[in-house]
């Protein structure tokens, strides 16, 4: 889908980086002190109400948190719409709740935990800190989650029912499901990316606010120029079909894309089909990112925020690098998929351009 004048205004993310403050960007890497990729909180107390903050879940918080940056960042615009999306929702208080309903052998219980663990909750909560009475929507769809509010936001910009959208995505971890999931063997298998000892991906958490408007302004980071979701390639198709036909679409060839994000994260029978992908943009530099923020289902939100970035600062990071080929990245072609499904493809490119 070929867009016009989506623009990235605000943009503020909390990961196992330190993101939030963008030392990140400066080089300031973390290694993780724990069993898998926890966020790098920041100072509640300077953005929120310590007695109110009392009540939060620390997903909850980072949310709040980062989407006061997004709206400060985007000159203090009141978003006409909140959409957020979520893999597993706010598991702290779930968790919470589920021990109490066995604890308390069903009754006496607190409705407080269980209304916070619902996964529109942290659409919801923004709403009531920022008093906006514009829609609010939750996106709960495995790996599409973040990629279906975007793609919601999108289509709320392109028919001009709206002028500026927060889309969120947001998911935390815990550690009873940080032990299911390992013993799953889902996220957490200790593979590395590409095979490279310095690339290894466990489970991560973290959240992501963006404010996509329909207005340039001197301060907007991207612009969004094509996206398009696909839940399976059609039949007798390949994906570098797929990838060609997307770029005609915005009259753009194969050798026009300096840089591609690759949602890569060291399984093997998931990474195979990145493989036709670099083959075919052998050309432009190559970068990966899970091994830096951890996998999750909204871990392709950091990809868009590493791709505004790097289109802002004009400047690729080399921990990030896979291939270089030290081309300056005004048109940045992000690409995700999980084993064969869940294909997303987005544009980002200098307002510029």
């Not at 002190?33 to 909850?60: C, H």
């Not at 000159?75 to 968790?95: H, N, Q, R, S």
Request: glycine letters at 6%; aromatic letters at 10%; hydrophobic letters at 40%.
């Amino acid at each position: 889908m070929l867009i016009q004048n989506v623009y990235i205004n605000g943009l503020s993310g909390i990961s196992a980086q330190p993101t939030f403050d963008e030392t990140f960007l400066s080089g300031n890497i973390q290694e993780p002190t724990a069993a898998y990729k926890k966020g790098v909180e920041p100072d509640y107390k300077q953005y929120l109400n310590p007695t109110a903050s009392r009540r939060f879940s620390r997903l909850i918080k980072m949310s709040l948190v980062a989407a006061q940056k997004s709206i400060a960042m985007a000159d203090g615009v009141m978003p006409e719409a909140i959409i957020t999306g979520t893999g597993l929702g706010c598991l702290e208080d779930t968790e919470k709740f589920l021990g109490a309903l066995i604890e308390n052998h069903e009754s006496m219980l607190s409705p407080t935990a269980f209304i916070q663990s619902t996964h529109n909750t942290i659409s919801g909560q923004i709403a009531m800190m920022i008093t906006c009475y514009h829609p609010n929507y939750t996106y709960s769809n495995r790996y599409f989650s973040f990629e279906s509010s975007l793609l919601d936001g999108i289509l709320m910009l392109q028919d001009n029912s709206c002028k500026h959208v927060m889309v969120n995505a947001a998911d935390e971890v815990i550690p009873s499901v940080h032990t299911i999931i390992k013993r799953m063997r889902l996220w957490d298998r200790s593979e590395s990316i590409a095979q490279q000892a310095g690339m290894p991906v466990t489970i991560g958490e973290g959240v992501v606010s963006m404010i996509i408007s329909s207005e340039k302004k001197n301060s907007s980071l991207a612009q969004i120029k094509a996206y398009k979701l696909l839940y399976k390639l059609p039949a007798e198709s390949s994906i570098e079909a797929q990838l060609q036909l997307f770029l005609q679409e915005a009259s753009l060839s194969v050798t026009d894309i300096e840089v591609i994000l690759l949602g890569m994260n060291g399984d093997p029978s998931n990474d195979c089909y990145y493989e036709p992908v670099r083959t075919m943009f052998s050309d432009s530099t190559q970068l990966v990112y899970k091994h830096l923020f951890g996998e999750s289902f909204t871990a392709s939100s950091f990809a868009y925020w590493l791709g505004a970035q790097f289109i802002r600062t004009q400047k690729i990071e080399p921990f990030c690098i896979l291939s270089d080929k030290q081309r300056a990245p005004k048109h940045i072609l992000v690409y995700n998929q999980f084993r064969g499904k869940y294909h997303s493809f987005c544009l980002l490119t200098d307002v510029e351009v």
